[in-house]
């Protein structure tokens, strides 16, 4: 699987052989200008594994809604599979709720059925085999976006579940490193970088990926996963031709609808570009074909006048029909460039356009944007202007103004104002850490046209939870007497690993389990983040320390300390080095019965042992370790269970005996020790 080093001193820890994990998020929302009760819900994430990083593991989730308000309830499931990895091959089989990613101009297949996946990126993902970008993405269930250009916010807006695509948020066409943080009303967080020239890879001289999978297509025009009678048979396949280029084909079959294309990528002009080629068969519309063009070129990023370029350009029969859809395309071209250059260390430029053009209206959409980004201590400012027109629209004019400014490590204040559609806001934000006892507050005030919008929330992260409260104030007419909404919720979950439970923040895609030994039974054991630093969890009263894994096949090391254990007690390095498979619970128990320590000094025939080498042996079951004295005769005698022990020095005619009984302290002194009398001192 490629990875790390195992760190110097670290102990390895492995996957527990049986684990399961369950996430369940409860949320309450109330809206006070709203009629009906309060609505209450809560989100399940889980997953069991069977037989370690090589084993089967389920995966399964849902929302159940307690109750909706007005007094209904529910329960829509996530997507449930069965999966078994391979990793040092990078395969993955499965069955279940699927999809088969084919390529950005065809979509994707969704099913219900079995498949297997060859994928370097999920299942070796410190192998570095290909570079990724992507100008689209799926949202599972609706969720406040934040758009993030060169780093600054631009955007931010509530979005409903289903695909989202860049080109319908105008300020993210100004730049080609835009940054989308996609946060759920449960909590979930995730983050995807883009880039213009999407799905360009390159794999090395002899690499293959492929998926394949065949089963019921899923009905996209029904909620939830509902399933036609339809059978279809899915795949795609992409070689390494050499290290500049790499070819692939895709295909989708069913009884109303066929696709099949090529792919290839090839380095040109110290670039990478991408070219696709698809047809499509369907029984109402006929044939149809779809082709797509894209490069991306990156300057040296270590220069200080660094500079990028990106291209891309799609055209669509209007007969072409998508995998999983009934209907043919309604855009015909869609075009979009984009160039940017670093002018000096702080300040960056770039210049960005689109074209589209569509079969529904006729009519072209044209747009023409610059943006510029320049750091000042710890200012960041950012503006930018844009120019588009589109059929049946008044033409889009406007600037965008962003001001940062960092207080600290984590706090920071931002402005913005966007004079295309009068929208202007100020922030506060100071995010909780996923550390114990962290706090966080953010706090927005905007405003568009005569609307005002108030909107604060506190955070917190405990040991076994995480928690929220927010509140948003609504305006009318520029008076804050508008609706108000309340939303709390709390996220915490269960893990257990061989026989062992505990309750955690989020163990419900994995998690390490640092458990105590009883010897150990008054002592806190304690997870510490990198640095050691911050407690990341600890044991108690509820169980052992609970963390979260959160990059499967990514070798990992946990820092483990151990508060009020016996004095001198030997826990060891404290690290704990392992590599989580794709759902995995790795239980790590420190201590164990020979935590005790001997010290003592030697002497024969009135004078120091020095610098003599000695064999300890517990005699009961006959193991034995090296031990040494030092120029004083002095030699510290560990890691002892109860039992009998006789310790022999080498090349002489000495031995020790004595005894370590199991209500021994871990730390004993035997003061000095005559060798030749046999007796202490």
Do not use: C
């Amino acid at each position: 699987m490629g990875g790390r080093d195992i760190p110097e001193g670290a102990e390895t820890a492995s996957p527990a052989n049986f684990a399961a994990g369950l996430t369940s998020t409860f949320l309450v929302n109330e809206n006070f200008g709203e009629d009906g009760d309060a609505a209450l819900s809560s989100a399940l994430s889980g997953f069991v594994n069977f037989g370690g990083i090589k084993g089967l593991n389920l995966d399964y989730g849902g929302i159940v809604t307690i109750d909706d308000g007005n007094g209904g309830s529910r329960f829509d499931a996530d997507r449930t599979v069965l999966f078994l990895d391979r990793p040092e091959r990078a395969l993955r089989f499965q069955a279940g709720t699927l999809y088969t990613p084919l390529s950005d101009i065809v979509g994707d297949s969704d099913y219900l059925g079995i498949g297997v996946t060859k994928s370097y990126q999920q299942l070796q993902p410190t192998r570095v085999v290909r570079p990724l970008g992507q100008r689209a993405f799926l949202l599972g269930r609706p969720s406040e976006v934040t758009v993030l250009v060169d780093g600054q916010v631009v955007s931010r807006f509530d979005a409903k579940a289903g695909e989202v695509n860049l080109s319908d948020i105008p300020l993210a066409n100004i730049s080609n490193r835009v940054t989308i943080i996609a946060e759920d009303q449960f909590g979930r967080r995730e983050t995807e970088n883009f880039n213009i020239a999407s799905d360009a890879l390159l794999l090395a001289p002899g690499l293959s990926e492929y998926s394949f999978g065949i089963g019921q297509q899923r009905d996209r025009n029904a909620s939830g996963f509902s399933y036609t009678d339809e059978t279809i048979a899915t795949g795609s396949f992409q070689f390494g031709v050499a290290p500049s280029l790499t070819l692939g084909a895709f295909g989708h079959y069913s009884e109303d609808l066929s696709i099949f294309g090529s792919q290839s990528v090839f380095g040109v002009f110290n670039g990478l570009a991408q070219f696709e080629l698809a047809y499509s068969d369907s029984a109402s519309l006929g044939g149809g074909m779809s082709a797509s063009a894209r490069y991306r070129w990156n300057g040296s990023v270590s220069s200080r006048r660094s500079q990028s370029f990106a291209f891309s350009l799609n055209f669509r029969d209007e007969t072409f029909t998508t995998a999983g859809s009934q209907f043919g395309a309604s855009t015909k071209i869609d075009a979009s460039a984009f160039y940017e250059r670093q002018l000096s260390d702080n300040l960056r430029v770039n210049i960005a356009g689109s074209y589209t053009e569509d079969y529904v209206s006729g009519g072209a959409a044209e747009s023409i944007s610059v943006g510029s980004s320049y750091q000042l201590g710890n200012y960041f400012l950012g503006a930018g202007a844009r120019l588009g027109s589109t059929p049946g629209r008044d033409d889009e004019v406007g600037a965008y103004f962003t001001l940062t400014r960092r207080l600290g490590k984590r706090s920071s204040v931002n402005a913005r104002y966007d004079t295309q559609n009068n929208r202007s806001s100020l922030r506060y934000r100071r995010p909780s850490r996923n550390e114990v006892s962290s706090f966080g507050f953010q706090s927005e005030l905007s405003s568009r046209d005569q609307d005002l919008t108030l909107s604060s929330a506190v955070e917190y992260t405990a040991n076994r939870y995480r928690s929220r409260v927010s509140l948003i104030q609504g305006s009318e007419d520029a008076q804050l007497d508008g609706n108000t909404s309340l939303a709390a919720r709390i996220q915490t979950g269960i893990a257990f690993a061989d026989g062992k439970f505990g309750i955690g923040r989020d163990p419900g895609r994995g998690f390490v389990m640092v458990d105590r030994h009883k010897s150990l039974s008054d002592a806190r054991v304690e997870i510490k983040s990198r640095g050691r630093q911050g407690l990341k969890a600890q044991s108690g009263a509820f169980g052992p320390a609970i963390a979260a894994v959160s990059s499967p096949y990514v070798p990992m090391t946990t820092h483990v300390d151990v508060a009020n254990a016996p004095i001198g007690y030997n826990v060891g390095e404290g690290s704990y080095y392992s590599v989580p498979g794709a759902r995995s619970g790795i239980k790590i128990t420190v201590g164990n019965d020979a935590f005790r320590s001997v010290v003592a000094t030697f002497v024969a025939e009135g004078e120091p042992l020095r610098l003599a080498v000695g064999t300890l042996t517990n005699v009961d079951i006959d193991v034995s370790q090296m031990t040494f004295t030092n120029s004083s005769g002095r030699a510290l005698l560990s890691n002892l269970s109860p039992g009998e022990y006789r310790l022999v020095f080498s090349g002489m005619d000495y031995s020790f005996n004595f005894t370590i009984d199991k209500d021994s302290e871990a730390f004993s002194n035997l003061g000095k020790i005559d060798l030749t009398t046999g007796n202490s001192q």
